[in-house]
């Protein structure tokens, strides 16, 4: 079975923190992304990556920014939190065009 | 930019009764996939359809593809409170979007 694992179920930070959410993949997959949920807007694409050390912006990219260093690894940082990006964040890695998401990560920008 | 407009945002209906949601892009898609999401969950895959007019089933589940590739939709015959949850649809190819979801609740 394919695993993703998103390092945190919910997280509450304060306005102006970095955060860090972690996502590893345990199937060698090259594709990860990560998205954003909320009502009524469904799933939004913030940044994705082909490949180890590469990424892309998805629709939502203001904000946010990324990280992989190893292939299992893609991390999504918010270099300075606000309340606006309150939100429930999932991971998903991709094998062949299946998206494989992690159980999310809710986080809440006080 | 590219969407898919996903209808209706929320379903309730009474157990046994059917249910559908509808996904309609302004663009030919090269394939979609339909993905669950039960309430406190993460989506999961459903299936994915890539040819012309293409209809496939799972037990109760029926899902179909436009014969322009412009718009699907997934069908559920004598709903079940297991069907309970958030249907989403998901264009793939080059950008990925995802529709806003069907949001289906049940009255026992």
């Known amino acids: 079975d394919v695993k993703v694992t998103q390092s945190s179920r919910y997280l509450v930070k304060r306005t102006g923190e970095k955060v860090f959410l972690e996502c590893v993949q345990d199937m060698d997959h090259e594709n990860m992304f990560w998205y954003r949920q909320d009502p009524g807007l469904g799933l939004r694409l913030i940044y994705f990556s082909y490949d180890v050390k590469m990424k892309e912006k998805g629709d939502i990219p203001e904000g946010y920014s990324v990280s992989r260093e190893k292939k299992e690894r893609f991390s999504l940082i918010l270099e300075s939190a606000s309340t606006n990006q309150t939100s429930m964040y999932l991971c998903?890695?991709?094998?062949?065009?299946?998206?494989?998401f992690g159980a999310g990560t809710r986080l809440s920008v006080l | 930019g590219q969407q898919v407009m996903q209808i209706p945002q929320y379903q309730h209906v009474q157990e046994g009764e059917d249910f559908t949601t509808y996904c309609n892009s302004s663009?030919?898609?090269?394939?979609i996939q339909w993905y669950k999401q039960r309430p406190g969950g993460h989506p999961v895959f459903l299936i994915q359809l890539v040819k012309s007019g293409e209809v496939k089933k799972q037990k109760r589940l029926t899902f179909q593809f436009g014969e322009a590739k412009k718009n699907s939709s997934l069908h559920i015959t004598a709903t079940q409170t297991t069907d309970v949850g958030t249907y989403f649809c998901l264009k793939g190819a080059q950008k990925l979007v995802f529709g806003q979801g069907t949001r289906l609740t049940i009255n026992p």
């Open positions: 998903a890695s991709t094998g062949g065009d299946i998206q494989y």
């Open positions: 663009t030919t898609l090269s394939n």
